[in-house]
Nanobody, 125 residues
Framework: QVQPVESGGGSVQAGGSLRLSCVYS?????MGWFRQAPGKEREGVASIFIGDTGDTDTHYDTSVRNRFFLSRDILENTTTLQMNNLQAEDTAIYYC??????????????????WGPGTQVTVVS
C-alpha cells in the first residue's frame, strides 16, 4: 500500500511559523492532517477534499482556524499545511493521512486508511 510522507517539522519559538508538506504518489479524494501530543489522543487538524472536477474544500479544527492554512499542489500531488502563530499547545507529532474514497468535514481518523510516519513539531515558549 502506498503511504503518504510528511516533511517540514522542527522547532520554533512561540508566535512563529512552520510549513509541513505531504506527498502521496497515488490518487486520493481526501488528505487530512492530524496531530498527537504526549499523553493525548490523536486529533484532526485540517483536511482537504478534492471533488470530481478538481474543486477543493478545506476544513479546520476550531483550535487552528485562522492560524493554519491547507493548500494543494496538483502537479506535485502534495499538500502544504502552513502553520502560523504557533503556540506551545501545538507541540505534537503531525501526521498526514489519506482517505482514498472520500471523507466528511469532521476530520475523523477512522475515515483515513493510509498514514505517514509523522513529523515532530515543537513550539518553545
Amino acid at each position: 500500500q502506498v503511504q503518504p510522507v510528511e516533511s517540514g517539522g522542527g522547532s520554533v519559538q512561540a508566535g512563529g511559523s512552520l510549513r509541513l508538506s505531504c506527498v502521496y504518489s497515488d490518487s486520493f479524494m481526501c488528505m487530512g492532517w492530524f496531530r498527537q501530543a504526549p499523553g493525548k489522543e490523536r486529533e484532526g487538524v485540517a483536511s482537504i477534499f478534492i471533488g470530481d472536477t478538481g474543486d477543493t474544500d478545506t476544513h479546520y479544527d476550531t483550535s487552528v482556524r485562522n492560524r493554519f492554512f491547507l493548500s494543494r499542489d496538483i502537479l506535485e500531488n502534495t499538500t502544504t499545511l502552513q502553520m502560523n502563530n504557533l503556540q506551545a499547545e501545538d507541540t505534537a507529532i503531525y501526521y498526514c493521512a489519506i482517505a482514498k474514497w472520500g471523507c466528511s468535514s469532521a476530520i475523523k481518523d477512522y475515515e483515513y486508511n493510509a498514514w505517514g510516519p509523522g513529523t515532530q513539531v515543537t513550539v518553545v515558549s
